[in-house]
C-alpha cells in the first residue's frame, strides 16, 4: 500500500471555490481591459461583473496594480510567452527575426487597448525583477537571441539591444498618441533591413535584401 503520508493534499471545496473566483475576477480584468484599457480597470466594475465584493478582491490580490499585473501576465503567457517559439519562420535569420517581430506587432494591433494597458501597468510597477516587463524580455529575448545564434556575438547583442529599446519606445509612442500602432512594424521592418547590412550578417540574410543606395532615402 502507497504511504499515505506522501499523497498530495485533496484540494477542498474552499479552495476549488476561491481559484474559481480568482479566474473570474482575473478574466473580468483582460475583458476590461481588451474593451476599454487601462482606466476601466477598477473594483467597483469588476465586482458588479463578478458578483464578487471589493473587500474579496483585495483579499486575493492585494492591491489594483497587482490584480492588474497579475491578469496582464496571465493574458502574455497565453499569447506571446506560449506560442513565441513557433513564429521564427523563415530561411535566413534576419527574416526569422523580422517574421518574429511581424507576428508580436500584429497581436499588439489586434489588441491596442491591451498593448495601453500592458505598457502602463508596466511603468505603475518599475522595475521589478518580477515585474511585466522583465517577464517579457525573459520570455522573448532568449527566442529572437537563438534566432540569431550563428551571429557574431557582440552583434548579435547590440542588434537586440536596438530592437528592444525601439519596441519599448514605440509603445510608448503609440499610448501617448504620438505613433499610430499601424506604423510600428513598417519602421520596425525598415530598422531590421538596414541592422541586417552590418557585415556580421553575411551570409544571415537573403540576397533580396542586399543594401541598393537608392533605396536608402525610402
Known sequence: MADTATRPAPVGRLQRSQEARRARV????????????????QLRPISERTGISTDTIYRYFGSRDDLVSAAVAQWLDHEYIGPAATWGEGDTPAEQLLAFYRQV???WERNPKMLETFTRAALAEGDREDGLAAR????LVPLTAEILRDVEPSYRADLLMVIEHFAHSAM??????????????????????????????????????EWEPSTAAN
Open 26 to 41: 482575473l478574466a473580468t480584468v483582460l475583458d476590461l481591459a481588451i474593451e476599454s484599457g487601462y482606466d476601466a480597470i
Open 105 to 107: 506587432w500584429t497581436i
Open 136 to 139: 517579457t524580455v525573459q520570455g
Open 172 to 209: 510608448t509612442f503609440v499610448v501617448r498618441g504620438v505613433l499610430p500602432i499601424e506604423d510600428v512594424f513598417p519602421q520596425l521592418e525598415r530598422t531590421v533591413r538596414r541592422l541586417a547590412q552590418h557585415p556580421a550578417m553575411a551570409g544571415h540574410r537573403p540576397r533580396s535584401w
